[in-house]
């Protein structure tokens, strides 16, 4: 079986399991990590059996890298993806795609000149809880889809100190309810502030307005001790809860309450195998970059609704 050449930019704490599971799939064949901190891309490098680089420049040149995974820092995250493009390699740059939708604009046009596969790190739809209520929505099993209600609050990791909670967070939930409700929200209305983060929004409350009087309302923080992930869809005719962490799935409705038992899996496993197999042609992509764009527009729709206190339209 031929593998995917790849090499994983920012040896950090997620990309450091970017290149752990490289290194694993049978489709992928770790060839470079790459970190402007030396002595991280060596240990990551080293651990995984990938060479080393402080800079993507010689990097990129190898022709026996196809593919990259952009895992910096969430402000360079666009910089370093387009560096890949033009060097024709495919990406996937992890969420939030890049700092404003300009950049991931720019994105998108490179990759569909230079004909590049180009994804975004929304690990969430790869929960596989996720796509269990994706058929239920479209099948109507919970009957018709009323709204969506998610819960993703933590502790603040102080690693992420160049965007607020909207971009690192809540941009998540928008594209899970994007993906879910099979349309784009109409409006959204928020209410961020920040009480411990000096620069960014360090909580936010978001109603996105869908069509035919559907919503999702989104919590998110990095203030509550503890860690919460969850996703609740009422349909008319039953619930179904979500812990994204147990990957555990209740449905209720009027007579009874049932845990389906779906093995849990490794989202990031299933993320990056499918990212190669779109790469290989074998699968449709499930995530675009047009799917990042637009999470990314409405987490600036929510922060311009929150600074003017006025509902934002989009579209
Ligand atoms: N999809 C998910 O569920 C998920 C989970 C965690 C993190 N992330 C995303 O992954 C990215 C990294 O997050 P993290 O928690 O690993 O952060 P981190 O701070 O632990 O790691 C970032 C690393 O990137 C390196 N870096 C920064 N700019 C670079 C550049 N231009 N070239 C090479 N290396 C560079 C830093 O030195 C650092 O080692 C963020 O964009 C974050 O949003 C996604």
């Known amino acids: 079986m031929k593998k995917l050449g790849v090499a994983v930019v920012g040896a950090g704490f997620w990309g450091r399991n970017h290149a752990r599971v490289f290194s694993e799939l049978e489709e992928t ?10 002595e991280r891309a060596k240990k990551v490098a080293n651990q995984f059996g990938a060479e080393a680089y402080v800079e993507t420049g010689r990097m990129l040149k190898r022709k026996d890298i196809e593919a990259v995974s952009i895992c910096t820092w969430s402000t360079s995250l666009a910089k370093e993806a387009l ?3 033009k060097a024709g390699k495919h990406v996937l740059v992890e969420k939030p795609m890049a700092a404003n939708s ?28 996720i796509q269990y209520i994706k058929k239920a929505i479209e099948e109507k099993s ?3 889809l009323v709204c969506a209600t998610a819960k993703r609050v933590s502790q603040w990791p102080e690693r992420i100190g160049d965007i607020g909670v909207v971009k690192d967070l809540a941009i998540h939930d928008i594209d899970i309810t994007r993906y879910l409700f099979g349309d784009d929200p109409i409006a959204v209305y928020a209410k961020t502030g920040n009480m411990r983060h000096k620069l960014f929004e360090d909580y936010a409350h978001i109603m996105l307005t869908f069509k035919e009087g559907k919503n999702a309302f989104i919590e998110s923080n990095w203030l509550t001790p503890y860690k919460t992930r969850v996703l609740v869809v009422t349909g008319s005719k039953a619930i ?12 209720e409705d009027a007579k009874e309450t049932v845990q389906p038992r779906i093995p849990w899996q490794e989202p990031l496993k299933l993320e990056l195998q499918h990212f190669a197999n779109c790469v290989f042609g074998k699968e449709k992509p499930l995530i675009t970059g047009e799917d990042g764009l637009k999470a990314l527009k409405i987490a600036e729709a929510a922060l311009k609704s929150s600074r003017t206190g006025r509902l934002v339209k989009i579209g």
């Open 142 to 144: 919970i009957g018709e």
């Open 240 to 251: 179904v809860k979500l812990d994204y962490i147990t990957q555990e799935l209740t449905i």
């Open 102 to 129: 300009k950049q991931a604009e720019a994105l998108i046009k490179t990759a569909e000149m230079e004909g590049l596969h180009l994804s975004v790190g929304f690990l969430m739809r790869f929960i596989p809880g």
């Open 83 to 85: 560096k890949a493009l």
């Open 29 to 38: 064949k770790l060839l470079a990590v790459c970190d402007i901190d030396a």
